[in-house]
């Protein structure tokens, strides 16, 4: 994954737990990277083993350590560092999801060594939508529920999001239920 992702669990982790815990992750990881270099793409595996040296060091689980991240990624790199990007997403949650599939395609412009998630809806109710979420990557459930819950934030929108299906029960991509 591109840098900016690494450097934001380094700034997610000093900004909440100081330097001190960031050293020790890093140690932990067994990652030999000094600064991540945000426009450039790292091996995957880098970005596991920070999040489980995480949360080996902050004793919370690799799901709390991505639910975070996801929060993390939506109100400090999304809106802060892309804000236009993120308001030009949708004047609401609801509107948001709906555009969700088409997101990526103009974050491929910045990043084009991207390996995109790949979002569909369904459902489309007055306040529900079903979120699907197909991956090649593994592991990353709890990373996006942390981001359905960053959006509902950035749009000061009381959400339920529940996991319909996932890969864990043999199905081929997750779908998250988002109620408001
Ligand atoms: C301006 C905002 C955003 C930027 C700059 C951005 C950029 C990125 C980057 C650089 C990656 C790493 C993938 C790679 O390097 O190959 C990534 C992955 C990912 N992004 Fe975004 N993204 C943004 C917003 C979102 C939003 C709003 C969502 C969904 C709610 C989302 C969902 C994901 C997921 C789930 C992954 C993990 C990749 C996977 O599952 O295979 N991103 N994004």
Redesign the pocket.
Known sequence: ??G??NKAIEDLVIDNFGQDKWDLILERSGVEVDFFISNE?YDDDITYKLAGAASEVLSITVGEVLHAFGEW??IK??KE??GG??EA?GKNLRE?LVN?PA??NR?ML??P?????E?KVSDIEDHSINVH?F???EG?QD??SG??SG?AKMYQTEVIIQLLQSRDDGSNHEIFRVSW
């Open positions: 994954m591109y900016i992702v793409p990624w939506i790199t999304g560092k892309y990007l993120m997403g948001f969700l997101f990526h974050i910045i990043y060594k991207l390996t995109p998630p979002f979420y991956s090649k990557r990353l990373f996006v981001l359905l959006l």
